[in-house]
């Protein structure tokens, strides 16, 4: 799953690659990723880039006419083709749309999921998606602030891991990150956030400022088709099921009840 860090270097690749550039022609080959009905892709067409910005785990395409919003879903990625180059890559995902631009450069957008999670919005204003509007403060912000988690965690009878992955309550954490984090906080992933203590808070709040930072600083300038492999091969737990904790040396394990999708430290991270 696309979290805030890698999304945030694709953005700033899209940016810096696609400002100022025409859109030639928008093509949806797959009609169930348009969320917006009564608006069509075909109404980016002629229009210029802007800009482009992230919203959690959402990009922002933004023109002077309306703006694209890719939200990524689970399996979502987005693809620079050159001009003159093959559009179809048998290794990659499926092509959900794709964006020429007028010098025949493309944003294929893709999806490598079984089942279709990824969405596409063409909107005036990105508010106007409700999974944005509805987002929680971001921590890669630099307003992010103590404060902020505070309010997330206060009184909230709701497992540390869940709510993390909550977009309502911060925004761009996924499942990887999610786990990262309480490793590094040494926090059991299955406690409830109310339970935990000032000291605890804490460790949460430099723990989550600190993975999704260090990962941002990781990934930037990772070309953004090997983004995903890096971000694999930086886990310390989530992933790594039996293999030994980077900290006590103990068996990493599967968080109970997660179909082998989540993972934790025992030793690091006991239960209460």
């Known amino acids: 799953m696309p979290e ?20 030639r022609s928008v093509d949806l080959e797959e009609f169930g990723a348009l969320k917006t009905r009564g608006r069509s892709l075909a109404e980016l067409e002629g ?50 749309a794709t964006v020429t631009l007028d010098d025949g450069d ?7 999921g079984s089942w279709l999670s990824l969405g596409l919005w063409v909107v005036d204003d990105a508010a106007e998606v409700p999974s944005i509007a509805g987002l929680g403060p971001d921590p890669l912000s630099p307003e992010f602030s103590r ?4 309010r997330v965690l206060v009184g909230r009878r709701k497992q540390l891991k869940a709510l993390l992955q909550e977009q309502g309550s911060l925004a761009g954490i996924g499942g990887a990150y999610s786990d990262e984090i309480l490793h590094v906080a040494q926090l059991p992933p299955l406690a ?5 203590d000032e000291r605890e808070r804490d460790r949460l709040h430099d723990a989550v400022r600190g993975v999704l930072a260090a990962a941002l600083a990781a990934r930037t300038g990772v070309p953004i088709d090997r983004l995903k492999a890096h971000k694999v091969a930086s886990m310390r ?7 030994p ?10 968080i109970p009840r997660s179909k082998g999708g989540a993972q934790y430290c025992p030793s690091c991270q006991p239960d209460r």
Do not use: N, Y
């Open 4 to 23: 805030s860090p890698e999304v945030e270097v694709l953005t700033a690749f899209v940016r810096e690659r696609a400002t100022g550039r025409g859109i």
């Open 47 to 96: 229009r210029t880039i802007t800009g482009a910005e992230r919203r959690g785990k959402h990009l922002v395409v933004s023109t002077d006419g309306p703006d694209l919003v890719v939200g990524f879903g689970r399996a979502g990625w987005l693809r620079w083709v050159p001009a003159g180059s093959a559009a179809a890559d048998p290794r990659d995902a499926a092509p959900i």
């Open 106 to 112: 493309a944003m294929v957008v893709t999806d490598a």
């Open 147 to 150: 404060a902020d988690l505070e």
């Open 192 to 196: 409830h956030a109310a339970s935990l």
């Open 237 to 243: 737990v989530h992933g790594r099921t039996g293999q």
């Open 245 to 254: 904790c980077p900290v006590c040396g103990g068996a990493v394990a599967d």
